[in-house]
């Protein structure tokens, strides 16, 4: 499968609340593939489904950009099971072009998830790791990282968003 197109902030797509995946099937499979495609030539470190349009509890993260397929996870109704300690650091977004911000999240966190055999499995992450699940999982709830940012801050980027969506939009459709 190519690489799917990005929905960018303001697509309402990004702000619903994703339904759990109830049986993992080809179809399920083949969005993933398609998902680690797009995360690969974007390129980014994650990528939740919601991004590309599908609201189901769908994430893949790679922190090697698609240099270690070790490195590549791809998880089926993620949840965290603990979190711990707190990290401050600049965190960018595929659906927030040009916004970097310092996010406060969890130092280590534990996810239970389904892989696309089906099986559960567990996945402690730190540091690095441990932000990308984390951002990864709010935008299955329809939570991205502007809703961490202080309230002038985020209103700020927002109308910033909103201005550049409108210039860009020709070029889009
Ligand atoms: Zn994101």
């Known amino acids: 499968m190519a690489a799917l197109p990005i929905r960018v902030y303001p697509d309402p797509a990004l702000r619903k609340r994703c339904r759990p995946v109830g049986r993992v099937d080809a179809a399920l499979r083949e969005l993933a593939g398609g998902m680690v495609e797009t995360l690969h030539s974007a390129p980014g470190v994650g990528l939740a489904a919601p991004q590309v349009g599908e609201e189901v509890r769908l994430i893949v993260v790679d922190l090697s950009l698609g240099q270690d397929p070790g490195q590549l996870r791809v998880l089926v109704n993620p949840e965290p099971l603990s979190a711990e300690g ?88």
């Open 86 to 173: 707190e990290q401050m650091e600049e965190e960018g977004c595929l659906s927030l072009p040009g916004v970097h911000e310092k996010v406060r999240r969890s130092m280590r966190v534990r996810v239970r998830a389904l892989n696309l055999q089906g099986e559960e499995i567990l996945l402690d992450g730190e540091g690095p790791l441990a932000r990308v699940l984390e951002h990864e999982m709010d935008h299955l709830d329809g939570k991205l990282l502007l809703d961490h940012l202080t309230r002038a801050k985020r209103d700020l980027l927002k109308r910033r968003l909103k201005k550049r969506g409108r210039a860009a939009a020709p070029w889009f459709v």
